[in-house]
């Protein structure tokens, strides 16, 4: 079977978050933050196995590395020049403005990724339905309740990139109901 993406590519994006990220943990577990990484890039692959026109290895770069620039040291410039200026604004364009009151922060994030190739509307979108887990236990109602909210609008927005990941997506914001009292 052909497939649109290079392990040697993922290999070489999967180290260089594995060190941005090293010692960061998921929002409220001891559980090392590489494993959200992992769990983005495979809802990608799914996705990708299905739809074999996208460009695997943009969308997988990106997926792997749509956090370092939010939450670590590494800069724009140092994507860049590893790994190309596409896989360094898709990375940009998934990265929150912090500048921003939180409450514009996403449709700020969405205005921008939409100005981006549909496989980093993917990565938002996989990133989202990898996120829609049990949240975090310190989360009030009100937080569980705006990030469903949130997610709607991010399949609302993204939808059309893949039919794939929006069915995804369109699930687990059903089974997100279960976190709200």
């Known amino acids: 079977m052909q497939q649109n993406w290079s392990q040697e590519i993922y290999i070489k994006a999967l180290e260089k ?17 590489i494993i959200h990484l992992s769990f ?5 692959i799914a996705a ?11 969308a997988i770069q990106c997926a792997i590395l749509h956090d370092v620039i939010e939450d670590t040291a590494t800069t724009f410039e140092e994507i860049k020049t590893e790994f190309g200026e596409a896989i360094a604004n898709g990375v940009l364009a ?13 449709a700020d994030s969405l205005r921008r990724v939409k100005k981006q190739p549909p496989e980093i509307w993917m990565v938002k979108l996989a990133d989202r339905i990898s996120n829609l887990q049990a ?12 990030y469903r909210e949130e997610g709607i609008q991010i399949y609302e927005t993204l939808k059309e990139a893949s039919s794939f990941l929006a069915s995804r997506l369109a699930s687990k914001i059903e089974d997100y109901k279960a976190f709200i009292k």
Not at 96 to 103: G, P, Q, T, W, Y
Not at 141 to 146: D, G, L, M, T, Y
Request: net charge negative; hydrophobic share 30%.
């Open 48 to 58: 990708l196995n299905v739809e074999k026109e996208r460009d695997g290895n943009l």
């Open 94 to 106: 998934l990265t929150k403005d912090n500048s921003l009151e939180k409450k514009l922060q996403m």
């Open 40 to 44: 983005v890039s495979m809802e990608l």
């Open 135 to 146: 949240p975090p236990h310190y989360w009030n109602q009100e937080k569980i309740i705006q």
């Open 17 to 33: 978050a594995a060190q941005a990220h090293q010692g960061q943990k998921m929002p409220g577990s001891e559980i090392p933050y």
